[in-house]
């Protein structure tokens, strides 16, 4: 595996076990839409959120968040909204960031960014 893609897989774990420790109840990762995804789907109480996760080692080039552009957020959009579809949600939904930095082995930071503002 690359690295850099075996950083975003130590995000999206470290994200996970963060959103558990908060309460959150975690009900599917790397949820697919044809070439779209959604990296976490969690219950935070009775609201769904839909979790993006970026990951950088250092944030000398930027905030790993900052990575997530319009046409990101165009995917994100249609991928959740192909979720609640396709899934019948009729509860609350919300789409929170997940920012990391750090590397393996080392401790990270971790920011929670909660109810963005998709477009």
């Given at each position: 595996?690359?690295?850099?893609?075996?950083?975003?897989?130590?995000?999206?774990?470290?994200?996970?076990?963060?959103?558990?420790?908060?309460?959150?109840?975690?009900?599917?990762?790397?949820?697919?839409?044809?070439?779209?995804?959604?990296?976490?789907?969690?219950r935070?109480?009775?609201?769904?959120?839909?979790?993006?996760?970026?990951?950088?080692?250092?944030?000398?080039?930027?905030?790993?968040?900052?990575?997530?552009?319009?046409?990101?957020?165009?995917?994100?959009?249609?991928?959740?909204?192909?979720?609640?579809?396709?899934?019948?949600?009729?509860?609350?939904i919300?789409?929170?960031?997940?920012?990391?930095?750090?590397?393996?082995?080392?401790?990270?930071?971790?920011?929670?960014?909660?109810?963005?503002?998709?477009?």
């Amino acid at each position: 595996m690359a690295a850099h893609n075996e950083l975003g897989k130590w995000g999206e774990n470290l994200a996970t076990t963060y959103l558990e420790q908060k309460g959150y109840t975690i009900m599917e990762r790397d949820w697919k839409s044809g070439r779209r995804d959604i990296d976490i789907i969690a219950r935070d109480g009775n609201t769904i959120v839909f979790v993006e996760v970026k990951t950088r080692r250092s944030s000398v080039f930027g905030e790993p968040e900052e990575a997530i552009d319009f046409h990101k957020l165009q995917n994100l959009q249609q991928a959740i909204n192909h979720y609640v579809k396709f899934k019948h949600i009729r509860q609350p939904i919300r789409f929170d960031i997940i920012s990391i930095v750090g590397t393996i082995g080392n401790t990270p930071d971790i920011r929670h960014i909660q109810d963005v503002t998709l477009i």
